[in-house]
């Protein structure tokens, strides 16, 4: 990012928002994003369509004061009404399995739904924040990516739905922010995990921890000599809440740069996991990334955030939400590949 673009955090935004609305807050990030903002004292909407988020994700917070659902599909019109501060735009299938299943409902989120979300946060003159994505970098030639790098993404490749919906999702926002001075920011989230992912959703780490609870074999895609930087949902969070809080207009990447081979990943979590399971070789995804790794010099700098949750904590935590939440047998399909999709 251009520092002459970088627009400083200011003493002059509130210590906290009175109220925001969450799109895909019933999503596994989503709903991990509205309980931190409750927490924090301030008031949600979640609005979900639920082509992918959970009505369980949420279940918790129903009846808290302070929170409301609305069922709606962003990439038609909506609104919300009453007064609203934070707009933040976290509605897409951000899985292999769902954007390939949902490649249309994918690309009208990115384009329809960020221009709905960012109307809205217009009209209401509250801050906008969108969660693009690590895979706006695409099978990166610069390592680890920083702000600044452009990518190597291809247009018509079977994960373009998704790397290019968030692409064009970022243009929107900064063409927004030039042409109606709404106030808005973007976060390039990498691969993050935690209790709520779905046990099914194409993602490395969910599909090994089922796996590996069945005792069934993991299944590593090529020679899982790949690399991914997984981040624990808290810690994530934290820094979308950050960037939220700050008048950067970014892109910031929120992630963590340790790196691990998918094969490293899978061994872990059979060690962590206490499992019998062996590691079973399958057919690498068209496109798939060879490295991810942030270069997260700008959120250090900026917004003074960092991870803080190693991976051995973050996948025990993971693994015993798992073995609580996933039925007997769930696990058993053996058959699944553990890509390692997006965040």
Same mark, same amino acid.
């Given at each position: ?15 906290r928002f009175r ?7 019933? @999503? ?12 924090? @004292? ?12 959970? #009505? ?20 038609? #019109? ?9 707009? /933040? ?13 949902? #490649? ?111 005792g069934a074999p /993991? ?10 930087? /997984? ?32 094969? @490293? ?19 690498? #995804? ?42 007997? @047998? ?9 890509g390692a999709g997006?965040?």
């Amino acid at each position: 990012m251009d520092e002459g673009q970088d627009r400083r955090a200011t003493a002059g935004r509130p210590a906290r928002f009175r109220r925001a609305v969450v799109t895909g807050g019933a @999503g596994f990030l989503g709903s991990h994003l509205c309980t931190a903002l409750l927490d924090r @004292g301030t008031e949600v909407c979640c609005v979900d369509d639920f082509c992918t988020g959970r #009505p369980e994700n949420t279940a918790h917070l129903t009846g808290r004061p302070g929170f409301t659902l609305l069922h709606a599909d962003v990439s038609e #019109p909506f609104d919300v009404p009453g007064e609203v501060d934070l707009v /933040l735009h976290f509605a897409s299938p951000a899985s292999p399995a769902d954007y390939l299943r949902l #490649p249309l409902h994918t690309l009208d989120t990115g384009s329809l739904g960020t221009r709905n979300a960012l109307r809205l946060a217009r009209r209401k003159e509250a801050r906008f924040v969108l969660a693009s994505t690590s895979e706006a970098y695409g099978d990166p030639q610069q390592h680890p990516q920083s702000e600044t790098y452009w990518g190597n993404v291809n247009p018509v490749g079977p994960r373009s739905v998704y790397d290019e919906a968030k692409r064009f999702a970022e243009a929107l926002t900064c063409a927004e922010a030039e042409s109606h001075g709404t106030d808005t920011g973007i976060v390039r989230l990498f691969n993050t995990y935690g209790p709520r992912m779905r046990g099914h959703d194409g993602r490395a780490v969910p599909t090994f921890i089922r796996q590996a609870l069945a005792g069934a074999p /993991l299944t590593v895609t090529g020679d899982g000599l790949q690399t991914r930087s /997984l981040a624990y949902v808290d810690d994530t969070v934290r820094g979308i809440l950050a960037m939220a809080a700050s008048d950067l207009r970014g892109p910031v990447n929120i992630g963590n740069p340790d790196e691990i081979t998918m094969v @490293g990943l899978a061994r872990k979590i059979i060690s962590l996991a206490g499992s019998s399971s062996t590691i079973r070789f399958i057919e690498r #995804p068209a496109d798939d990334p060879a490295v991810r790794c942030p270069d997260i010099t700008l959120a250090r700098g900026k917004l003074q955030w960092e991870p803080q949750i190693g991976a051995d904590e973050g996948l025990a935590r993971t693994i015993a939400w798992f073995r609580a939440h996933v039925p007997d @047998g769930a696990a058993a399909d053996t058959g699944s590949a553990a890509g390692a999709g997006p965040a």
